[in-house]
């Protein structure tokens, strides 16, 4: 695959609907909603939105200019505009590569619920512990969730097989407009539920006496994670931007989207959770066990329970998408791999490490590496240190480094469009972005507690 027969995207509106899908995933479901609600509700809304603004914002600009200015995949990118940055292209596929390694054990296990809730198998449980039972004795099961976990490696190496106009432009127009579907059914249906408003209150409200400077740094963790930055998507999938794209208005629009879906899962969420007085929780506990529970005691409960779990299985979907296309184009172009070997590649390297982590939490997790069983072990390592580093080099290299003749010909697409706020997109990048970044990445590693607690 050479510059002149690369790919394109279709248009600017399939341009934010790919981006978009990468950014949007199951954090946004089980994460967001809990972290805002447990910290100011609407006061944290709008601090995570000024974050979204003054870091994920640039940080996803400056990787659409190096994707776009090179139609080159994260490795080739780098090392075009600059051979000393290469390390930073690498950085993103194997952060891509490791994330896979446990992501796709998590979607799996998203799969098998929506089956299961298809079926009626889950209206069989009623209580907590039965809940966690259930998920504790699947997640540690030797076969079944390796077995889930290859269908949804099999189901994302279809589309990717397809290519970038059939498979992943094509994928997202349906699944985008999907998933937002699902969230306006299940949010209306969550206001109709009886004391739905105390969980809409829990979840908008400002309470700006929450707000304390660990909030703020809550916010900008959140800001950044959310966006899929800083592991060679946006760089990869701005690599099959047309000229015509406006970047600015792209990365807006994908943001915006991307918060968007966080809010209207937080609508699903709590007035769903307070009509049962349970108190909320946050990650897999929320999804796998208090959520399921909750539909049991609802009219039409295999309804509404399976139409929750497709929404899972459609986030985790376009996440697992945007990863594999990362690595895909990666060992074409860098390989010199055709796009179908490529593929095939990625698929099976990332099936076995996944089904090495979904092992780990139980026949191989007596076999901790550092303290931690592999699945955990790939969480740490990317969302702590990968990461925040790629997020780090981006900021450094697009605002320091970068020759400003190919960002202002990015972001102006060569002269046709104006780009008034020039000096505040470079100061953002240049002192803003690493300056957070930095705090982030302390604080992921336990340094700041002694300031913020």
């Known amino acids: 695959m050479n510059r002149q027969t690369r790919a394109t995207l279709g248009g600017k509106l399939s341009a934010v609907l790919v981006a978009a899908g990468s950014s949007v995933g199951l954090g946004n479901i089980w994460r967001f909603p809990y972290v805002a609600g447990d910290n100011g509700g609407g006061a944290f809304l709008?601090?995570?939105?000024?974050?979204?603004?003054?870091?994920?914002?640039?940080?996803?600009t400056g990787e659409f200019i190096v994707g776009r200015s090179t139609h080159r995949n994260a490795v080739g990118a780098y090392r075009t505009l600059s051979p000393r940055w290469t390390l930073l292209g690498y950085n993103g596929v194997l952060a891509a590569f490791l994330i896979l390694g446990f992501y796709f054990v998590v979607s799996g296990w998203t799969l098998e619920y929506m089956i299961h809730s298809l079926t009626g198998e889950l209206a069989h449980y009623s209580t907590a512990g039965e809940y966690t039972a259930l998920f504790d004795t699947f997640v540690r099961n030797p076969w079944r969730p390796v077995l889930y976990t290859t269908l949804f490696v099999l189901l994302t190496h279809v589309i990717i097989a397809l290519g970038v106009e059939k498979g992943i432009e094509r994928s997202a127009k349906v699944l985008m407009p999907l998933l937002l579907a699902i969230l306006v059914v299940l949010s209306v249906h969550s206001l109709l539920m009886p004391g739905g408003g105390e969980g809409l209150r829990f979840f908008f409200k400002p309470d700006f006496s929450a707000v304390t400077p660990r909030t703020v740094l809550v916010a900008l963790g959140q800001a950044f994670f959310s966006l899929s930055i800083g592991i060679g998507t946006m760089v990869t999938y701005a690599s099959y931007f047309k000229a015509d794209t406006n970047l600015r208005h792209t990365a807006l629009s994908v943001t915006l989207l991307d918060s968007l879906v966080a809010i209207l899962a937080g609508v699903v969420i709590f007035p769903a959770v307070f009509s049962v007085g349970i108190a909320?929780?946050?990650?897999?506990?929320?999804?796998?066990?208090?959520?399921?529970?909750?539909?049991?005691?609802?009219?039409?409960?295999?309804?509404?329970?399976?139409?929750?779990?497709?929404?899972?299985?459609?986030?985790?979907?376009?996440?697992?998408?945007?990863?594999?296309?990362?690595?895909?184009?990666?060992?074409?172009?860098?390989?010199?791999?055709?796009?179908?070997?490529?593929?095939?590649?990625?698929?099976?390297?990332t099936a076995v490490l996944a089904a090495l982590a979904s092992l780990s939490l139980g026949a191989l997790g007596g076999y901790p590496i550092f303290g931690k069983n592999l699945f955990d072990g790939l969480d740490f390592l990317t969302a702590n240190i990968l990461l925040p580093l790629g997020g780090l080099a981006t900021s450094l290299f697009v605002g320091w480094h970068l020759d400003k003749r190919v960002i202002r010909r990015e972001m102006t697409n060569d002269g046709s469009l104006r780009f008034r706020i020039f000096g505040l997109f470079l100061f953002l990048l240049r002192y803003v972005c690493p300056a957070v970044l930095c705090l982030i990445f302390l604080d992921n590693l336990g340094l700041l507690k002694v300031f913020f607690t």
Do not use: K, Q
């Open 46 to 60: 709008l601090i995570y939105i000024l974050c979204v603004l003054l870091l994920g914002l640039p940080i996803m």
């Open 280 to 349: 909320p929780e946050s990650g897999p506990s929320l999804v796998f066990i208090t959520l399921p529970g909750i539909f049991n005691t609802m009219p039409l409960s295999m309804v509404w329970s399976s139409i929750f779990f497709l929404l899972l299985v459609v986030a985790a979907l376009t996440s697992t998408i945007s990863l594999h296309e990362v690595l895909t184009v990666y060992f074409s172009e860098e390989w010199h791999l055709s796009r179908r070997a490529a593929a095939w590649t990625t698929t099976l390297s």
